[in-house]
């Protein structure tokens, strides 16, 4: 399967690694805010979306989409 990276966390980031990651592709979405990622990876709500918390949870339990901060996993 294909790997995409998106560099940048921030809303806009945030919900097209969502996307991307919905329609089947392992995503891994970087950003150098360790504070940011960690709250991503625990599905809390950093920015408002219409389902976006509630899209994101299925694809980080099955680790379809990534968050970190490690720049060597990318």
Do not use: M, R
Request: glycine fraction near 6%; include cysteine.
């Amino acid at each position: 399967s294909k790997k995409i990276t998106i560099i940048g966390s921030g809303f806009v980031g945030t919900t097209l690694a969502c996307a991307i990651s919905q329609k089947g592709y392992q995503t891994t979405c970087f950003d150098i805010n360790k504070s940011l990622i960690n709250k991503l990876k625990k599905n809390k709500e950093v920015y408002y979306e219409k389902n976006l918390k509630e899209s994101l949870k299925p694809l980080i339990d099955k680790k379809k989409l990534i968050f970190t901060y490690d720049s060597s996993k990318i």
